[in-house]
């Protein structure tokens, strides 16, 4: 056991060895110990002063305020530079001595230039012995360790490296880095070598016996991260990851901290963060309500906001466990912050009003909505009725309380949407924009793919089938989607919280789509099995409402670039004629409960861009043409501007030929002051 080491005990070192130092000058510079009295005068007055001095420049510059044990960089600049200090005062005393006095000569110019170097020498001498005597001898290691690798020479294998070298329990013997960068071969890092490329981790592996490899680049790409995971489980060999740049801004883990390697490390693009100091100026000191506050992506936009400082954070939500769960997370992770639970169904327009008129939000996120295509084609009702009336109902509250911000959650299936849920999530992107235009607020939308990992999404999905032993069922071989991560997903919407301004539409540059069938082969490889011979993967066709690719602009959207550069600013073309008085016939006869095929009809007469499958949404019934102030046919030839379908009177009085006339009763729909 080493004995403890105080600094007091450098200051006595430092004042024995700084005061020989002028005297071991004086005999080198003169060959030996005969030298006048004059410069005999000049030693002992110099010594005198100068090692007080130096003393106290050592104490203003931090030298006996540090634990040396475990010095840094940093620290030996601070030696350097103070050192340099001190040996600057001493050598203007040596000059000043005879002028004032003190002495008869000058101290030789020699003398001070041997005093500076050696200055050097004695401060950094004992604390770079501390620190060596203190640093953990890789000799403690048992040559029966498992033998690891760092993949990537950066500042994230440095840090595992020393993590490691620092603390032997974890049994495991590094024997060199791998790194692309040729600047870094046969350099050294930590006292380890670069051994190589990546593309040279198959041979390194059987060479040096390897069984753990360390992928320390957390920002790397998802295709570099899938090369180093296959050509490891080819040879045997476990792997494990340094956290991604997420997990570390959000303070969740240290760089240093190893987690086994997770689809999100192998998406094909570079993770996109966000600068969030701008968003900060948006949400500190303010109220935000979140709705869909329990959900995924609602809950991590909690957790993001409440790192951002707001005076409250209002937690809205349908279910009441998860709104108690969110809220419990916060509190325990941010005690001073205050959350305010709010149980509330969005399409209770009543409760949303008076919701917002009570807490005077500044800003708005609103995150609630219905996201399962199968499930929304069976229940096209409820998917109007939460996407676009509980939209609508949002958009009218933050209107009336004059909410400086809010932001809609969309999706990219409302692109050319052919799903019923597509086409509810572009009806509320027109809600949006309308209010927006009309009122002139920073109303926008958010447009993304799917977010691995979310309540719901494929990924769990693939989880569970692989855990029962398969099969892993997708759809298509060839159906692709485009992916993002949870806290992607958050920070977008918070950056467009802060870039919005009327009505645009913003999406994330999500890289290229992928192939879902590659994300279950991953996912089947990451839990240790080969896909084909243990999990097979099955395919079942496109269901109700899919489609084999998506896409995240619309037709005549005009894009331009953010201050961020993976946010892209989607400017929406004009509105389509009667969005007002076709949202309410939608919404009433919604709420009517008129057949599927009627409300399809009403929901793609609102989307001009609509894609018309049969697949996907249905056979469609005549559309007829009407203002609402005449009369629609039930052959869909009618005149007028607005589109009905057969039988369906406008917001005015009209009948069908060849049936009875119907009014829908009248409904008062949320509308903007």
């Given at each position: 056991m080493r004995p403890k080491f105080r600094n007091r005990y450098l200051v006595g070192f430092d004042a024995i060895l700084l005061g020989a130092l002028p005297a071991l000058a004086y005999l080198i510079r003169f060959?030996?110990?005969?030298?006048?009295?004059?410069?005999?005068?000049?030693?002992?007055?110099?010594?005198?002063?100068?090692?007080?001095?130096?003393?106290?420049?050592?104490?203003?510059?931090?030298?006996?305020?540090?634990?040396?044990?475990?010095?840094?960089?940093?620290?030996?600049?601070?030696?350097?530079?103070?050192?340099?200090?001190?040996?600057a005062g001493a050598t203007i005393l040596g000059f000043w001595l005879p002028l004032a006095g003190i002495a008869d000569v000058r101290v030789p110019v020699s003398v001070l230039a041997f005093d500076a170097l050696a200055t050097v020498a004695v401060l950094a001498a004992p604390r770079l012995l501390l620190k060596s005597l203190y640093t953990p001898s890789r000799g403690l290691r048992r040559d029966t360790d498992p033998a690891a690798l760092i993949v990537g020479a950066g500042v994230a294998g440095e840090s595992i490296a020393k993590e490691t070298l620092a603390n032997p329990k974890l049994g495991l013997r590094l024997v060199g880095f791998v790194d692309d960068d040729p600047d870094k071969r046969s350099l050294r890092l930590c006292g380890l070598p670069v051994l190589g490329s990546l593309d040279e981790i198959p041979a390194l592996i059987e060479r040096y016996h390897v069984r753990e490899l360390i992928i320390a680049m957390p920002e790397a790409r998802g295709s570099v991260v899938r090369g180093v995971v296959k050509a490891a489980r080819a040879a045997g060999v476990h792997t494990r990851t340094v956290p991604g740049v997420y997990e570390i801004l959000s303070e969740q883990v240290s760089l240093s901290a190893l987690r086994e390697v997770g689809i999100q490390d192998l998406l094909r693009r570079e993770p996109v963060t966000t600068d969030l100091t701008s968003v900060r100026e948006v949400f500190a000191g303010g109220t935000v309500l979140v709705t869909g506050a329990g959900g995924s992506i609602g809950s991590e936009l909690c957790r993001q906001i409440a790192r951002l400082e707001p005076a409250r954070v209002l937690l809205l939500g349908h279910g009441e466990n998860?709104?108690?769960?969110?809220?419990?997370?916060?509190?325990?992770?941010?005690?001073?912050?205050?959350?305010?639970?709010?149980?509330?169904?969005?399409r209770d327009g009543g409760r949303i009003r008076e919701i917002v008129r009570t807490w005077r939000p500044r800003v708005i996120l609103h995150a609630a909505a219905h996201k399962h295509v199968p499930l929304m084609e069976q229940n096209v009702s409820e998917a109007i009725l939460n996407n676009v009336l509980g939209t609508a109902n949002v958009v009218a509250a933050a209107v009336e309380a004059e909410t400086e911000h809010l932001v809609c959650v969309s999706t990219d299936k409302a692109v050319r949407p052919c799903s019923v849920m597509g086409l509810t999530k572009r009806v509320a992107e027109l809600v949006v924009q309308q209010a927006a235009i009309e009122h002139g607020r920073n109303f926008v939308s958010v447009r993304f793919g799917n977010v691995l990992g979310s309540r719901g999404s494929v990924v769990p999905a693939f989880l569970r089938q692989i855990k029962a032993g398969g099969p892993v069922t997708v759809t298509h071989p060839e159906m692709r989607r485009y992916f993002m991560t949870v806290p992607e997903a958050a920070q977008l919407i918070l950056q467009a919280g802060t870039l919005g301004r009327c009505g645009e539409v913003f999406v994330l540059d999500m890289g290229e789509p992928v192939r879902i069938v590659d994300l279950a082969g991953d996912?089947?490889?990451?839990?240790?099995?080969?896909?084909?011979?243990?999990?097979?993967?099955?395919?079942?066709?496109?269901?109700?409402?899919?489609?084999?690719?998506?896409?995240?602009?619309?037709?005549?959207?005009?894009?331009?670039p953010t201050p961020h550069p993976k946010v892209l600013r989607a400017i929406n073309g004009e509105l389509p004629a009667g969005v007002s008085a076709r949202l309410c016939v939608l919404i009433a006869a919604a709420e009517q409960r008129q057949p599927e095929p009627v409300l399809r009809a009403l929901l793609t007469a609102m989307v001009p861009e609509a894609t018309r499958s049969d697949d996907a949404l249905g056979a469609l019934p005549a559309v007829g043409h009407g203002n609402g102030n005449g009369h629609v046919s039930g052959n869909g030839n009618g005149n007028g501007n607005g589109s009905h379908p057969a039988g369906v009177a406008g917001t005015g009085a009209g009948d069908a030929d060849g049936a009875p006339s119907r009014r829908p009763p009248h409904r008062s729909i949320p509308s903007t002051p």
């Open positions: 060959e030996g110990p005969d030298w006048s009295p004059a410069d005999a005068g000049a030693l002992i007055a110099f010594t005198l002063i100068a090692v007080p001095l130096k003393l106290a420049l050592f104490v203003l510059g931090g030298m006996y305020n540090r634990l040396w044990r475990q010095a840094t960089l940093g620290d030996m600049t601070s030696i350097l530079r103070t050192a340099a200090v001190s040996a998860s709104i108690f769960e969110i809220q419990t997370a916060l509190r325990e992770a941010n005690p001073e912050l205050e959350t305010v639970a709010l149980i509330a169904d969005v996912l089947i490889r990451l839990s240790g099995l080969e896909p084909g011979s243990d999990i097979e993967i099955r395919f079942t066709g496109l269901r109700p409402g899919e489609r084999l690719h998506e896409e995240v602009l619309i037709a005549g959207e005009s894009v331009v």
